[in-house]
């Protein structure tokens, strides 16, 4: 049938709300280009089934009509119809061996795979990608499992006061909550056991300028990633703000011979000649937001050897989250080693063991 796009129901988790168009778009396309437009029945979808039927939308539960059938996330075997064209987010193209056995499938089927991460300009750059948003979630989600974890340090903070990312119908109710808290830490200070609390940001991209952009809801000052370890060492900080390290290229890497500086366009072409320099700031550090993009063959931010010697020596380590935002599995923080849903529980990584451990009954988004 021509002219038909379908639009799927989620599958990967029961916890996926989003839709890969709106009904406004659904609108746009049929009056203006003339599109018939399927969409399968689901009821968690973000937009109700009455409201795509509304803007001329066909509800059915089967797709096979559509000349090319769009989603968000990936999609397992099982819902993949043979020679069918799908477009998605299918997370391979950097060889990710969690999905390699859907992408087999995918070629031995005759399904035609457009995959939203390779629709670029005409300079290569990326035109579709989840952006602001995932760093504004990934930074919610962080505090909320701060203020999760000191809980179960027996530590009262004012970060109990922040919902799972999820539980916010609104981004400004998010933001009202982040500005009550800020008023609590310019007014009563933060928990002894936490001062200084100091959160590093590794990457400048959009996820990243979101993520920060949260962040400076709070009361903050800034500090030079060079500065770092004197900082912490003089004890001249305040319990009144909160502290961040930006940490780009030449603050993460470093070449493995030491007479050699850090260059970005031979580390660019030869990663393998390079190492980190960031695992020298984790003991100083509250919280790691990472947000950098990361491919096989880059050195790694945060190894797991690392983080077993560290915490064998650090009886009281600073260190509480790291929201990786990027959640490249067994990336550049080796410790994300599973994706989590939001209705999952919460998983720490258990660091001596290198095994995952459940610590609640939510999820954060992959953090330690």
């Known amino acids: 049938m021509l002219n038909t796009i379908g639009i799927r129901k ?41 409201e795509y039927r509304k803007a001329g939308a066909v509800l059915t539960r089967d797709l096979s009509k559509s000349n090319i059938v769009l989603g968000v996330k990936e999609v397992a075997p099982s819902f993949l119809s043979d020679g069918q064209a799908y477009c998605f987010f299918s997370h391979t193209i950097k060889g990710q061996a969690y999905n390699m056995p859907m992408l087999r499938y995918i070629v031995d089927h005759g399904i035609t795979l457009f995959d939203y991460e390779l629709v670029r300009d005409a300079d290569g750059r990326r035109l579709i990608f989840f952006s602001d948003f995932a760093g504004y979630a990934g930074m919610i989600d962080s ?78 000052a800034d500090i030079d990633p060079e500065e770092l370890e004197q900082f912490v060492r003089a004890g001249r900080y305040s319990d009144r703000v909160v502290y961040r390290v930006r940490y780009r290229k030449p603050d993460m890497y470093e070449h493995r011979s030491a007479d050699r500086t850090f260059n970005v366009d031979h580390f660019q072409k030869h990663p393998d000649q390079y190492q980190s320099r960031f695992e020298r700031a984790v003991p100083y550090l509250t919280m790691i937001i990472n947000g950098i993009y990361w491919e096989p063959g880059y050195p790694r931010l945060v190894t797991k050897r690392f983080m077993k010697s560290w915490y064998r020596l650090e009886k009281r380590p600073r260190l509480r989250v790291i929201g990786d935002i990027t959640c490249d599995i067994d990336g550049s923080i080796e410790l994300t080693v599973k994706e989590t849903a939001a209705g999952r529980r919460r998983e720490v990584y258990d660091r001596i063991r290198e095994r995952r451990r459940p610590r609640a009954t939510d999820g954060t988004g992959n953090q330690l």
Do not use: N
């Open 143 to 220: 505090f909320w499992a701060l203020g999760r974890r000191l809980e179960w340090e027996g530590i009262t903070s004012p970060f109990s006061r922040i919902k799972y990312a999820t539980r916010y119908g609104r981004l400004h109710d998010a933001e009202d909550d982040l500005r009550t808290i800020g008023r609590l830490i310019s007014r009563d200070g933060l928990p002894a056991k936490i001062v200084p609390m100091i959160c590093a940001f590794t990457g400048y991209g959009r996820v990243a300028t979101a993520a920060q952009r949260m962040f400076d809801l709070l009361p903050h």
């Open 10 to 50: 989620e599958t990967k988790d029961k916890t996926q709300r989003r839709a890969p168009l709106s009904p406004d778009h659904v609108r746009e396309l049929i009056r203006r280009h003339r599109l018939t437009v399927f969409v399968e029945p689901w009821s968690r979808r973000i937009f109700k089934d009455d």
